[in-house]
């Protein structure tokens, strides 16, 4: 049973930095991709960045450049670190793999 359990999140002022950590059990990495996504009121969740079984990165055009997925394999965790924030970055932020998600985490960039 695949299990997925985020940290991290919460506030900050538009440049600030925070970090997401999503703890995951039951995933063999060499099998599947995962990734953060994400999601604001009334629109679709979308991608934000995903790492390939092989360890490869993509990001969306919105975050590339600011953003940062990685993983570690041994302590089977999955991060995110994102960096200059912007407002238009506030939303609930879901990890994911093996098409299950972790419970969401909001993230809120403001004045």
């Known amino acids: 049973q695949v299990h997925l359990e985020e940290s991290g999140g919460g506030w900050v002022q538009p440049g600030g930095s925070l970090s997401r950590s999503c703890a995951i059990s039951g995933l063999d990495f060499r099998l599947y991709a995962t990734g953060w996504y994400r999601q604001v009121p009334g629109k679709q969740r979308e991608m934000v960045a995903t790492l390939t079984t092989a360890g490869r990165t993509m990001y969306s055009d919105s975050v590339k450049g600011r953003f940062t997925i990685s993983r570690d394999i041994a302590q089977n965790m999955v991060y995110l670190q994102m960096n200059s924030l912007r407002i238009e970055d506030t939303a609930v932020y879901f990890c994911?793999?093996?098409?299950?998600w972790g419970q969401g985490t909001q993230v809120t960039v403001s004045l």
């Open positions: 994911a793999g093996a098409n299950r």
